[in-house]
């Protein structure tokens, strides 16, 4: 049995910002895989399915983004998931934009949400797939900036980013880690001149 956790803030005003891409995995991994986000428990929307023969449960948060912890360690608590199969997708300011990275485990590498998730679960043992949200202007607040929208241009490249987490999430689980690891965590290369 999998989890596979999208982080975002619940409510219409932060739907399609950079900080809810994980949402956004997690609804096309449902339209993909015919699961209905219909359920509340846990302090989350979720639903319950099958990807790649595997029991799978999709999972919104609705405790918003600092709290996120709260409603992992429920479903936690609840179902005994190992930390292993409990996959994590985020938002990232410090990869490359459009780029996705695939991680076992690790810090909380300054984001709210991992940090309340690493707290709740007294461990950082999960995987987690980071999704490049781009950079913030200098002089510009980071919480304004991942709470901002996607600007026309950059909106193809994020959904492009989201296909290939959805895609990691049922290479994860059908395939293993580190078959999706060799597969999605690739530099874009450099555009020859």
Known sequence: ??????LGNPGRNYSGTRHNVGFKTVELLADRNNINLNKIK??????EGIIGGEKVILLK????????????????????????NIIVIVDDVDIEFG????????SDGGHNGLKSIIYQLGS???????IGIGKKREEQDLADFVLSKF???EKPYIEEAVLNAALAVETIITCGIDNAMNKFNIKKKEAQE
């Open 1 to 6: 049995m999998f989890a596979v956790v999208g």
């Open 42 to 47: 846990f302090k989350s929307i979720y639903g």
């Open 61 to 84: 948060p609705q405790t918003y983004m600092n709290n996120s912890g709260i409603a992992v360690l429920d479903l936690y608590n609840f179902y005994k998931i190992p930390l292993e």
């Open 99 to 106: 780029t996705i990275r695939i991680r076992k485990k690790g």
């Open 124 to 130: 950082q043992d999960f995987p987690r797939i980071k």
């Open 151 to 153: 600007s026309k241009e």
